[in-house]
């Protein structure tokens, strides 16, 4: 009796995971959690072969489509604020709230003055760094990981960008054409925020100052891109960058892939959180086991998902209280691919 009781529920559970509207949005959306992982392959088991080819070429296209509309936010530059007369007290440089939602936990970074934050590279040749790291050797107050990275296997010795990156408004490293688009999220020299498709080039002239490459923009010119959970490209831990009206720098970090404290979040979650908090433009960042959050003295306020602890990687968004003291030398200058070899360690 029970076996045939236990047959019936598992045919009825089939028919509905693969044959009801609800049940096949589940699926997807559970594929979409794999392909953000390094087991991808598991997604062809829910959705098979070529609904994974698919799915991934669909994401792609979607992304692509998010970066073009051109950004055209103002911000009140830091220096031509008015001094708040009626505040009690001056407004801090940085402020961390806990976030948390439907099977997620998180922290929310607010950074006041956008011209206080700059891109911080590894130190070392051919090998990442540790956004901890960081922030101990350069007396930072606050930093976040940042650009995404070439990554065999998911063990690659975060040593190569992918794209660009651009620090102190000049172009450190590139696999790209100064003229060929790509997505990138950056801060130009008077603080203001900049993602979306540019070429090197246009950023330049733009006055970029501190960039890296990733996607999609998930909110431009005030408004979110992405419509609802199903395209939110499936559940993990993220890193977001956005800025407010004020000029205010967000930086958005969930934790994920931890059942029992966070499980992670998609993009529409985190973009519904940034829009909650005044963003009027905002882009995602590296993810995954690269998400963290380090305060003042290298502590980890967040739970990154690794198994092996924090990650070693390339770039990482810093905050500091007087960044012009600060000297970010290019890692990357004079070496050749074989120097960038991002299996080798």
Do not use: C
């Amino acid at each position: 009796m029970l076996a045939t009781v236990s047959l019936l529920l598992a045919a009825l559970f089939l028919a509905w995971f693969f044959l009801t509207p609800s049940g096949t949005s589940f699926r997807y959306r559970m594929a979409d959690t794999l392909i953000t992982t390094q087991h991808r392959h598991w997604a062809a088991y829910l959705v098979g072969e070529e609904g994974l080819k698919e799915r991934v070429a669909e994401y792609a296209k979607q992304f692509e489509e998010m970066g073009e509309e051109r950004d055209t936010h103002e911000i009140v530059a830091p220096s031509d604020k008015e001094p708040d007369e009626d505040a009690a007290k001056p407004v801090p440089l940085t402020d961390i709230e806990p976030i948390s939602g439907d099977g997620y936990k998180g922290y929310l970074l607010t950074v006041s003055d956008p011209t206080k934050v700059r891109l911080v590279v590894t130190s070392t040749k051919g090998k990442g760094e540790k956004v901890t790291s960081m922030v101990k050797r350069t007396g930072a107050i606050a930093g976040v990981n940042a650009g995404g990275f070439a990554d065999p296997n998911w063990q690659g010795n975060g040593f190569q960008p992918i794209g660009m990156v651009i620090s102190q408004g000049k172009v450190f490293y590139r696999d790209i054409g100064m003229d060929q688009n790509a997505q990138i999220v950056g801060i130009d020299k008077e603080g203001k925020m900049i993602a979306g498709r540019y070429t090197i080039n246009e950023l330049l002239e733009l006055g970029i100052s501190e960039a890296v490459s990733f996607s999609p923009r998930i909110i431009v010119n005030g408004k979110g891109l992405i419509k609802n959970h199903s395209q939110g490209w499936g559940i993990a831990p993220r890193t977001v960058m956005g800025q407010k009206e004020d000029g205010s720098i967000l930086f958005l970090t969930i934790d994920g892939r931890q059942p029992g404290y966070s499980i992670g979040a998609d993009l529409y979650d985190a973009q519904e959180i940034m829009l909650e908090h005044g963003a009027v433009i905002a882009a995602n960042l590296d993810g995954g086991s690269s998400t963290v959050l380090v305060t003042e003295g290298g502590e980890i306020a967040n739970k990154p998902s690794s198994t092996h602890g924090e990650r070693y990687l390339p770039t990482a968004w810093l905050v500091f209280d007087n960044p012009s003291s600060v000297t970010v030398n290019n890692i990357w200058a004079g070496l050749t691919a074989k120097d960038i070899d991002p299996s080798k360690w």
